[in-house]
């Protein structure tokens, strides 16, 4: 994508996939058919504009008060999905298809959706996962793939929050209702504000990790970079 929102937004990875055996053969069966080609890992580049994040699955059962359980989880075990070694399973009526992600090239800006909704035979599922992250300094070398001509062309990999989308929502169908507010920073000022419809609010950035975050937006850092280079 040669424009201005590819240039600022896209990224490359590369998407393994291979095809899971049946689990009712034996394993003389199952070994003549990963000799096969259909069995065969592949391999597939491809550009992204976002990363979709999955989000363990919310707990079922209240804690000792009756109350529902709010897991937390941790920025960096949702992005290991794109290490190139995690494997996530992908079921069809007829097939599964176990796939890794391997990021290739990280963009200036990277757009990151958290799947929280799911839609089951009644209504559209909210997850309430509290997602644990920090608003400077997010390394993501850790996601990036080993090959070293890769790396040599990331001589910077840490990201800044600059904008954070929630969507907040309570009772059924949490999926269909609800208000989304949008946590920007001001770049100028470094002030953190919060916006919803025409209401505009300074907020402190310790406040934004406790929200049930949606979409975000990192910038990568420059000066890293620019600082080895005069170097």
Not at 173 to 190: A, P, S
Request: aromatic share 8%.
């Amino acid at each position: 994508m040669n424009s201005r929102i590819g240039n600022t937004f896209q990224g490359h990875m590369r998407i393994y996939s291979r095809k899971v055996l049946p689990v009712d053969l034996d394993p003389r069966e199952q070994e003549a058919l990963l000799q096969t080609e259909e069995y065969q890992e592949t391999s597939v580049e491809t550009p992204f504009l976002y990363l979709t994040a999955d989000l363990p699955p919310a707990p079922i059962f209240q804690d000792e008060m009756k109350q529902n359980i709010i897991p937390q989880v941790p920025l960096s075990q949702i992005l290991s999905k794109f290490n190139g070694m995690q494997e996530k399973e992908y079921k069809t009526s007829k097939e599964s298809i176990v796939k890794r992600f391997e990021i290739r090239r990280l963009p200036p800006f990277l757009i990151m959706c958290i799947k929280r909704f799911n839609k089951n035979l009644f209504y559209v599922e909210k997850n309430p996962t509290i997602l644990n992250f920090p608003i400077k300094n997010i390394d993501l070398s850790d996601i990036l793939s080993q090959d070293e001509d890769v790396r040599a062309q990331h001589p910077n990999t840490t990201y800044d929050l600059i904008a954070n989308i929630v969507h907040d929502s309570a009772g059924a169908d949490q999926g269909r209702r609800g208000t989304f507010r949008v946590h920007i920073l001001h770049k100028g000022t470094g002030k953190w504000f919060e916006m919803q419809d025409l209401h505009v609010t300074e907020i402190l950035p310790q406040m934004i990790t406790l929200t049930e975050a949606y979409i975000q937006i990192y910038e990568l850092r420059k000066e890293d970079s620019q600082k080895s280079q005069s170097a």
